[in-house]
């Protein structure tokens, strides 16, 4: 076999072995997706209702301190549409210490509001 042969054929052996990768990496990746949209499947609604609200608690504190009465305005009334969904879903201990800090914001919100006039 002539040397142009020879290389010919091992291009040919490492197109193969590429295109070998590329099939793994697919079937790998199309498993990926398929062990998330299974979790998504099993996902309780109402831990991620309470995460959210706790990150939007976070959020308004953040946005209280930093003067910012508009975007904390939004984050509390967030907080205020969300809280009552989850009336039932979590533990009641939990739902009154968000319904608290619920208050508290809103306390904290119309004392920034009154600072500022």
Same mark, same amino acid.
């Given at each position: 076999m002539s =040397?142009?042969? #020879? =290389?010919?054929e091992h291009e040919g052996d490492e197109v193969a072995v590429e295109e070998t *990768?590329? *099939?793994? &990496?697919? =079937? &790998?990746?199309? @498993?990926?997706? &398929? #062990?998330?949209? &299974?979790? %998504? !499947?099993?996902?309780?609604?109402a831990p991620l209702v309470l995460s959210t609200v706790s990150t939007f608690a976070s959020v308004a504190y953040g946005k209280l301190e930093a003067n910012d009465l508009t975007e904390a305005k939004?984050? %509390? +009334?967030?907080? +205020?549409? $969300? $809280?009552? $969904? $989850?009336?039932? #879903?979590? +533990? *009641? #201990?939990? !739902? !009154? +210490?968000? @319904?608290?800090?619920l208050t508290n914001l809103k306390l904290a919100y119309a004392d920034a509001v009154a600072k500022a006039e």
């Open positions: =040397e142009s042969a #020879d =290389e010919h *990768e590329a *099939e793994a &990496e697919a =079937e &790998e990746f199309a @498993g990926a997706v &398929e #062990d998330m949209l &299974e979790t %998504i !499947r099993q996902a309780k609604v939004a984050a %509390i +009334d967030v907080i +205020d549409a $969300l $809280l009552p $969904l $989850l009336s039932g #879903d979590i +533990d *009641e #201990d939990i !739902r !009154r +210490d968000f @319904g608290q800090a």
